[in-house]
């Protein structure tokens, strides 16, 4: 430490600056010397060693163009004032991992065209910045670390500094530990750690990770900060939150500035939405616009608000913890969504069928057969060689179809067949008009149903009759029962007719009653089925009976069922429904209801039930 050596520079007489004092002595400079300002100077210099410059209460000017103190190594900077001109920078850092103390320094730019920065670092941030009783009217502060008892940064009137750091090409939180900030037009605080008192103006808090916080003990929106009304923005923010903050104490300001009555809001907060913000404290300032927050969960705690909170994200959550704030919420609510309706499974659509009991009977038990074996084959279990091919025998109207539809979707969700699709045929779109045609168009069919279900309605118009007709049909026959063989581990075949039709049709051909065990019979409605089908399709359709069309309808109903006129069963109901629609429509257009009542087209009247049945 004895061969430390103390430069002092600059003039000994008079208060003019003198040019280049100071990189006259740079390159003599050693770890651990101090230089010593006597007079104001004009000087570019860079250190390349660890010193100390002391500026004994002078001013050191930057030359147009330059940085002042250009920094290879560590330095602390007391009692110094510095000013910059156009197109200069105060100071500058050349390498990384410099650390800088600054020490009742002050840097002030000659003009607010200036847009040089104070203290600029992009490059090469620092590691680390003290600050104790510094005053930075405009700067890039790129530093790891920021430390002190007191730093003053941003000018109302020059454009806005920054506190920042960047690592790896990412943005991080500068780690942060101030007694006081006082802050203006400043328009990031990338920092994590504690401020004990933030004193700001137009000023913004980021946090760059969710573990990153920033505690600050007291904050003041201060007023004072732009006494010359440089700030011109049409509503002035104290703070904006934009990461994870916690603010113990929030100190009411004295408005004595008119403009801020009407034109000024403590807090705008706009974070990621799952950030929390933590605010105590008291807040009194009553002004127009209120307190915004854009996005982000605030928990009040021991806060008294008597300016408005503007809320415009609906899924922000507060949390009051002895705490008065007046919320008013500027979003529009997002509709609840309604509740989907799990859709119906094919199983309880058949058992919601009316009617139809011994069927649904029987078919639950061909379904439970088919699980239990299906289950067995992959296990490796021995299983008996059962047919699933089915006989669905019955009036027409009975639900034959309906209930192989079903049947088709239930199978494939229980991984019985591959496909839930139901190929639908006549015995017509299996017989050729010409010899050797019928095979091939039988084939073809029963390709197309492969992995599901070939439905074969009418099946009964198979029987041969003799004549070259008898011929298609017996080839027709022979080519099914041919390739239900083929591919029995992979096709089911459902026939359907009138009962006496379908035996008469398994007795013509000495393969078919071994194929079809299975034989499902479908009885008519009764009566109480049919009325309960007609109110059923009614409702599917919206439609509303007047109490006397209703009773002239069931009445009708009854005496057809009673005299053995029902022709279809349900299919006859829905012919009925339809006959009775179309009288309706007549009447409400003929009359002029349609134009008078929006909702005539889905009454029925007792005219309507009446001119219907006759037109059956």
Not at 25 to 31: F, G, N, S, T, Y
Not at 132 to 140: G, K, L, P
Not at 225 to 252: A, M, R, W
Request: proline share 4%; glycine share 6%; with cysteine.
């Amino acid at each position: 430490m004895g061969n430390n050596k103390v430069y002092t520079i600059g003039r000994r007489l008079g208060t003019k600056p003198k040019e280049y004092a100071f990189s006259e002595i740079e390159d003599k400079l050693k770890d651990g010397d101090t230089v010593v300002l006597n007079s104001d100077i004009i000087d570019a210099v860079s250190i390349h060693a660890q010193i100390t410059i002391d500026g004994n209460g002078y001013t050191f000017y930057v030359p147009e163009g330059k940085s002042g103190i250009n920094l290879y190594n560590h330095c602390k900077i007391e009692n110094c004032n510095m000013v910059l001109g156009e197109n200069r920078s105060g100071i500058a850092s050349r390498v990384s991992g410099v650390e800088l103390h600054l020490e009742n320094f002050t840097v002030a730019h000659e003009s607010s065209k200036n847009f040089s920065l104070s203290i600029s670092v992009w490059k090469f941030p620092l590691s680390k910045l003290i600050c104790n009783n510094v005053v930075i009217d405009q700067a890039q502060l790129r530093t790891k670390e920021l430390s002190g008892d007191s730093l003053t940064l941003g000018s109302a009137e020059l454009d806005k500094s920054e506190i920042t750091f960047m690592e790896n090409e990412k943005w991080s939180a500068v780690k942060i530990d101030l007694g006081t900030l006082n802050a203006v037009n400043t328009t990031t605080l990338g920092v994590s750690g504690r401020i004990q008192e933030l004193n700001a103006l137009e000023v913004g808090v980021t946090t760059y990770d969710k573990n990153d916080k920033i505690l600050i003990d007291k904050f003041t929106m201060d007023m004072g900060l732009d006494p010359d009304g440089f700030l011109t923005n049409e509503l002035i923010d104290g703070l904006k939150i934009y990461g994870n903050t916690i603010i113990k104490q929030v100190i009411s300001p004295e408005v004595n500035i008119d403009r801020y009555k009407k034109s000024a809001r403590l807090f705008l907060i706009n974070p990621n939405k799952d950030i929390v913000v933590n605010i105590s404290g008291e807040w009194a300032f009553i002004n127009r616009w209120g307190n915004r927050v854009n996005r982000g969960n605030i928990n009040f705690r021991n806060y008294e608000d008597k300016t408005p909170w503007f809320f415009y994200d609906e899924s922000s959550q507060v949390m009051l913890v002895d705490a008065k704030i007046k919320r008013k919420n500027k979003f529009t609510p997002k509709p609840i969504p309604k509740p989907v309706p799990k859709p119906k499974s094919a199983q309880n659509k058949l058992d919601e069928m009316i009617g139809l009991t011994d069927v649904k009977k029987k078919v639950k038990t061909y379904i439970a057969t088919s699980i239990v074996n299906e289950m067995r084959k992959k296990k490796g279990e021995p299983v008996n060689e059962s047919s699933l091919h089915l006989i669905f025998s019955g009036a027409p109207g009975t639900g034959k179809t309906q209930v192989a539809r079903l049947l088709a979707r239930i199978l494939f969700e229980n991984e019985i067949i591959s496909k839930p699709d139901i190929k639908e045929v006549t015995a017509k779109d299996m017989i050729g008009e010409y010899t050797g045609q019928t095979s091939p168009k039988t084939h073809n069919l029963i390709m197309k149903a492969k992995g599901g279900i070939l439905f074969i309605d009418e099946a009964y118009e198979l029987d041969p009759e003799g004549g070259n007709a008898g011929t298609y049909k017996r080839e027709a026959i022979t080519t099914l029962v041919k390739d239900m063989d083929d591919y029995r581990s992979d096709l089911i075949v459902i026939m359907a007719g009138y009962t006496k039709n379908m035996e008469k049709l398994l007795q013509s051909n000495p393969g078919l009653p071994s194929r079809f065990v299975n034989k499902i019979s479908f009885p008519d409605y009764s009566a109480e089925d049919l009325l309960a089908i007609t109110y059923v399709q009614l409702g599917q359709q919206k439609q509303k009976l007047d109490d006397d069309a209703k009773v002239e309808l069931e009445n009708y109903i009854l005496k057809a069922k009673q005299n053995n006129q029902v022709d279809g069963n349900g299919r006859w109901v829905r012919n009925i429904i339809q006959f009775i629609s179309q009288a309706r429509d007549v009447r409400i257009v003929s009359d002029g209801t349609l134009k008078t009542d929006p909702e005539a087209f889905n009454k029925i009247k007792l005219t309507d039930v009446r001119e219907g049945i006759e037109n059956i």
